[in-house]
T-cell receptor
Framework: NAGVTQTPKFQVLKTGQSMTLQCAQD?????MSWYRQDPGMGLRLIHYSVGAGITDQGEVPNGYNVSRSTTEDFPLRLLSAAPSQTSVYFC????????????FGSGTRLTVV | DQQVKQNSPSLSVQEGRISILNCDYTNSMFDYFLWYKKYPAEGPTFLISISSIKDKNEDGRFTVFLNKSAKHLSLHIVPSQPGDSAVYFCAASVDDYKLSFGAGTTVTVRA
């Protein structure tokens, strides 16, 4: 089925380790975003992209890197994991306009110990 | 500082009655507002949106009302059904591709 695919679904990291959360969409959407969801805080924007080769920072970018070499893929890299990065991460894509909203993946639950 | 606020963390409603979810915002430049629904262990799913130039948008059992002067919007679900039990997020956009979300309201529909 068409949509946004996130891998892995669950991950446990040790403090200081690095890893990449994968996100792929097959809808040829231009816009892609990464959010983190924490209790009582809703979803907060980490990084976003308005097209291949173009990325920018969102509300909480520190400790994360992104790249967008193709329209389909938008990986999120944790450079040196910290316990504060324990969260549920969602990737989303949108073909526009905003009135139709973003399509979200099912999320990656990350625990940093 | 959160620009989109959902001040009610939870709402309990009887099946068949109306659910009213509220959302307040502080940024007068927001030009689109959206509601998302989220089940546990799933990603949010888009429900309904409204442009800042309108005051009401309807889609089946879901109606969103916007009061720009009060910087307030609400989502009405009529009639509420057991499948509506979920977390509902209000979101707003100022530039047509970045969304700011509220903290969410958990709705429980009682039989």
């Amino acid at each position: 089925n068409a949509g946004v695919t996130q891998t892995p679904k669950f991950q446990v990291l040790k403090t200081g380790q690095s890893m990449t959360l994968q996100c792929a969409q097959d809808m040829n959407h231009e816009y892609m975003s990464w959010y983190r969801q924490d209790p009582g805080m809703g979803l907060r924007l980490i990084h976003y992209s308005v097209g291949a080769g173009i990325t920018d920072q969102g509300e909480v970018p520190n400790g994360y890197n992104v790249s967008r070499s193709t329209t389909e893929d938008f990986p999120l890299r944790l450079l040196s994991a910290a316990p504060s990065q324990t969260s549920v991460y969602f990737c989303a894509s949108m073909g526009g306009p905003i009135s139709y909203g973003y399509t979200f993946g099912s999320g990656t639950r990350l625990t940093v110990v | 500082d959160q620009q989109v606020k959902q001040n009610s963390p939870s709402l309990s409603v009887q099946e068949g009655r109306i659910s009213i979810l509220n959302c307040d915002y502080t940024n007068s430049m927001f030009d689109y507002f959206l509601w998302y629904k989220k089940y546990p262990a799933e990603g949010p799913t888009f429900l309904i949106s409204i442009s800042s130039i309108k005051d009401k948008n309807e889609d089946g059992r879901f109606t969103v009302f916007l009061n720009k002067s009060a910087k307030h919007l609400s989502l009405h679900i009529v009639p509420s059904q057991p499948g509506d039990s979920a977390v509902y997020f209000c979101a707003a956009s100022v530039d047509d591709y970045k969304l700011s979300f509220g903290a969410g309201t958990t709705v429980t529909v009682r039989a």
